[in-house]
Structure formats: structure tokens, C-alpha cells
């Protein structure tokens, strides 16, 4: 696969290593002359000392044989500057960084696929950390709903039952003795220590995670906050 990573800084440098690294061919463009030396010096890949919102720096970049092209700036008027100059020239994937929320709609009515900035999704793990600590992982899906993983506390109300209700579905089990993950059927039995992915269509509320016996979200004063 070829790709153009645009931006060397935070969330570019990573990406370049795991791009390089999982054999990938990768375009750099960085703008700051000192990066674009340091990635060049440190990674397998070409590097463009240039301005990625000039089209001919693009095409300088192989956007004519590119798989996908990654914008990472810390600017996103200049990763949709970026965005839709890749979209013009064809480049099949445009995949962008975006860091403010209000910005999101206009990346997404232009077609491009966006992450938030990661440094938000940290920071709103860290609080889920200390809000709902009995989540082990969690995704958000639309507003509301989202899937995470929680383990069967002992004397839950969902132990030894095979349902948990309408808004709410196990998707997966990890059980200490079972050599894979199981598949929930109609009449699996959830034990005490399971580790279970969990779909809520309401969100991983205290409501919910009362369920799998974890009453200590309500204790830490969550008003149904919902990251």
C-alpha cells in the first residue's frame, strides 16, 4: 500500500513508524524543515520539505499512485485545504485528524474519514477511568449508544442468567478457561469473571453496569454523563 502521511508532530510521527513499520510505502510532507530531517533520518520512507495545501506538492508525492492519504496537522483548516485538494487529484481514502468537534460535519460533508484528536480520546478515557471504573474498555456508537468490556463481578444479577434485555447485548465472552472468545447463543450462561463486550443502546450508564454488579458507578457521583 502507498500512503502520504501529511505532518510529522505528535500523531504523525507515531503513524509513520506503525505505516513503515507494516511494510508500507510512505509519503511524508512536513513544512518544518528541522522534522523533516528528523523523520527522514529515523524512518524508510521519502520525505517533502513542503507546503501539503499546494497542489503540486501532492502530485510531487505520488498522489497518482496513492492508496490513502492521512492529514495529522494541528490545523484543520489546513487538513481540509489538504482533504480536498487529495479528493480533486483522486486519491482513493482521505483520512483526517480533526481537532475541534464543531469541525466535524464540514469533514464529513466534504467525504473525508475522520478520527477526533486523539488527545481528546485520552483525556476522555483518563475521566472515564475515575468515573466508571468498572470499564475496562469503551467505544462510543452515534449520541448515545456504546459498547464496552466489563467483567462479571461476583453475586451480579446478570450471573448464571442468559439475558440482559432489550437495550442491552453481549456480543462477546472471554472466560479464563475457554481457549477463545465465546460467541453468545441463546442459551449461554454468563459466570462470575467473565470478561463480556457489551452493546447499551442507552450508554454504559450506572444503570447498566448495576447489571454485571459493579454498584461502585453509582458512588462516584456519574450524573449519566455519557463521554
Known amino acids: ?19 513503515t513499520g507494516a511494510g508500507y510505502e510512505v509519503v511524508v510532507i512536513e513544512n518544518d524543515p528541522e522534522k523533516a530531517d528528523e523523520i527522514a533520518s529515523k524512518y524508510d520512507c521519502m ?3 513542503a507546503d501539503a495545501t499546494v497542489k503540486e506538492t501532492l502530485v510531487d508525492a505520488g498522489s497518482d499512485r496513492a492508496d490513502a492519504i492521512i492529514t495529522t496537522t494541528d490545523q484543520d483548516a489546513t487538513n481540509v485545504m489538504v482533504s480536498l485538494l487529495a479528493q480533486e487529484l ?27 484528536n486523539p488527545q481528546r480520546l485520552i483525556a476522555e478515557s483518563l475521566f472515564r477511568s475515575v468515573d466508571r471504573p468498572s470499564i475496562v ?15 462479571v463481578a461476583e453475586e451480579a444479577p446478570i450471573a448464571g442468567k ?25 442459551q449461554t450462561r454468563i459466570e462470575t469473571g467473565d470478561l463480556l463486550t457489551v452493546y447499551s443502546g442507552t450508554g454504559a450508564t ?9 454498584y461502585e458507578d453509582q458512588e462516584n457521583g456519574s450524573n449519566g454523563v455519557s463521554l
Do not use: W
Open 90 to 116: 483522486g486519491i482513493p481514502d482521505v483520512v483526517s485528524v480533526v481537532h475541534s468537534p464543531e469541525h466535524m460535519n464540514l469533514f464529513r460533508q466534504i467525504g473525508v474519514n475522520t478520527m477526533q
Open 137 to 151: 474498555d469503551y467505544m462510543r456508537v452515534g449520541e448515545v449508544a456504546e459498547v464496552f468490556e466489563i467483567t
Open 162 to 186: 442468559t439475558l440482559v434485555g432489550d437495550e442491552t447485548l453481549i456480543v462477546a465472552i472471554e472466560r479464563e478457561d475457554a481457549d477463545a472468545p465465546i460467541t453468545p447463543r441463546g
Open 206 to 214: 450506572p444503570d447498566v453496569t448495576d447489571i454485571f454488579g459493579h
Open 47 to 49: 520525505v517533502l520539505n
Open 1 to 19: 500500500m502507498y500512503i502520504i502521511i501529511v505532518g510529522a508532530g505528535d500523531i504523525g510521527t507515531p503513524l509513520i513508524g506503525i505505516a
